[in-house]
């Protein structure tokens, strides 16, 4: 760690992580080709971000990860310069692009918005949640079991953000949806490595099912609890990471 800012994680190389855990990028499939390109661009490689398949503190070169991904370097420019208004790039004239390295202070704070802000909408979703509601996270604790017997880092990760994005949208207040969902994409590099750890992925499926059991029963303190001890648990995690 260099000026409090970390570059790869204490138990692993990111990079070496990031291109074990996922094939390599085989462009699109078909049925996405009618989005427009830029589009396309800046969903892959965000993903790329995410999973850590470009790595924090990874220098990336506009016309190989274009070449990459099968497409020209405008559609690819325009994605890197969204990217970076989301904060997961930085972009410097004449000393090129940069994935955002992940500051532990900048970590924290994310984790304290997210505690206060999923705290309020799952309870909200308490009050609010539907029989379809539980369909859907049923369905998704279901495919999360399944994930955990094969060890699908990437499909955890996923189905993390499909659990909270039912509670955001059973909250019935759609702006929690963009702000959870950025708060989460944000911190998930660390979530994606965290989860490599096979005792943590075995207590996310535990403090999921007790969020569930609380909403299924309407109980919004239980839920609350729920859900701060699951992000605290979270929390907990990432600093023992990141040595602090």
Not at 10 to 31: I, N
Not at 60 to 86: C, D, I, T
């Amino acid at each position: 760690m260099a000026g409090g800012v970390m570059r790869v994680p204490v138990t692993k190389s990111a990079r070496w992580l990031a291109r074990a855990a996922v094939p390599a990028p085989g462009g699109y499939p078909k049925e996405a080709r009618a989005v427009p390109l830029k589009d396309q661009a800046y969903e892959i490689i965000r993903h790329h971000i995410i999973i850590c398949r470009f790595a924090p503190g990874e220098k990336l070169n506009e016309a190989q990860v274009a070449e990459s991904l099968g497409l020209s370097r405008m559609p690819v420019r325009h994605a890197l310069a969204r990217l970076r208004l989301e904060g997961l790039v930085t972009i410097r004239p004449r000393k090129g692009i940069e994935v955002r390295p992940i500051d532990p202070v900048e970590l924290l704070q994310i984790i304290e918005a997210r505690t206060v802000n999923e705290c309020h909408a799952v309870r909200l979703a308490a009050a609010r949640f539907t029989a379809e509601d539980t369909a859907a996270i049923d369905d998704v604790l279901r495919h999360t079991e399944a994930a955990l017997e094969r060890h699908d880092t990437e499909a955890l990760m996923l189905l993390d953000k499909s659990f909270h994005a039912i509670i955001a949208q059973a909250s019935g207040n759609t702006v929690f949806l963009d702000i959870l969902g950025n708060l989460h994409d944000r911190a998930v590099r660390f979530w994606f490595i965290s989860l490599e750890q096979q005792t943590h992925q075995g207590s996310v499926v535990q403090e999921h099912r007790a969020i569930r059991d609380a909403l299924v029963a309407h109980d919004a303190e239980a839920a609350e609890a729920a859900m701060a001890h699951h992000i605290a648990a979270f929390r907990r995690n990432v600093m023992l990471l990141i040595g602090q």
